[in-house]
């Protein structure tokens, strides 16, 4: 019997402290294939929980904020940039990686930059043992909901599989506002040590050579010259920019020397005439 697509939303749950209405998805969900009495078969969402965010199942949907998604995307983009004469670098944005600790489920970070990958794939999960090597970078961007897990459960696990650098961008509320702050562990024998952020609170990230800092609020690269990095859309819109004002000059110069052709065309005319003879 075919499969027939049949989505239930639980019932939303009340909070017992003070009554409010949870949204039961607020994490996201997980479709999974339920098998009935009568041997059809449906599928249904249900809800993620906390432990899900941290060790996440292929085809989980995770809610992500516009600036979680805006800062992904350009670290992304920088990172692969920097790192695209190395064949060997891979930078992956909420893929799932398997680790080769027994105890360790795998987790999805937000980006994870792996060195010495022999080989390319359209990864849905990157298996270490099966790779051969695993991330030596990895940056994480909290969401308000779910940062205990980035700031707690991830520092400790992310140091048992032995991942070189770890990065946070903890973006908490205070007050009616939010406040965004770079937090950064570096391996080493004795496990974690914090990163020490230069005097304009940049953390220097030795794997890719790049300075990581918020400016304003936003995320922002620099090279190891201090020179800041643009993101692709931001670069798009220049080299945009720049395409319009070239055309802008270009077509003030045309009508320059169409005005002239048209003057000089003119005193040829008056030149040619009687009266001028």
Excluded at 37 to 47: F, H, L, N, Q, V
């Amino acid at each position: 019997m075919s499969d027939s697509m049949i989505v239930e939303r639980p019932t939303a749950v009340a909070d017992q402290t003070n009554g409010v209405q949870l949204d039961p998805f607020a994490y996201g969900w997980r479709e999974v294939q339920r098998t009935l009495s009568t041997g059809a078969t449906k599928r249904e969402r249900i809800p993620l929980t906390l432990h899900d965010i941290l060790h996440p199942q292929v085809g989980d949907f995770h809610v992500h904020t516009d600036e979680h998604e805006r800062f992904c995307i350009y670290l992304y983009n920088i990172l692969s940039m920097v790192l695209a004469n190395d064949p060997s670098a891979v930078v992956l944005h909420d893929t799932r990686v398997a680790w080769e600790h027994p105890e360790i489920a795998p987790h999805g970070p937000d980006i994870a930059v792996i060195f010495n990958v022999h080989r390319r794939s359209n990864w849905s999960t990157f298996d270490c043992a099966e790779e051969g090597t695993k991330p030596t970078l990895i940056i994480e961007i909290t969401s308000p909901k779910t940062r205990t897990v980035d700031l707690e459960d991830k520092v400790d696990e992310y140091e048992q599989v032995g991942v070189g650098f770890y990065v946070i961008v903890d973006i908490r509320r205070r007050g009616k506002g939010e406040v965004r702050e770079l937090a950064g562990r570096r391996l080493t024998p004795e496990g974690y040590v914090l990163m020490v952020a230069n005097q304009q609170g940049w953390l220097w990230l030795e794997p890719v050579q790049l300075w990581l800092s918020i400016r304003g609020t936003e995320l922002a690269c620099y090279d190891k010259n201090g020179i800041y990095i643009e993101g692709h859309l931001a670069a798009v819109a220049a080299r945009a920019a720049a395409a319009e004002a070239r055309a802008q000059a270009e077509a003030q110069i045309r009508r320059a020397l169409e005005a002239r052709l048209h003057e000089a065309e003119a005193e040829l005319r008056r030149l040619r005439t009687p009266n001028n003879q």
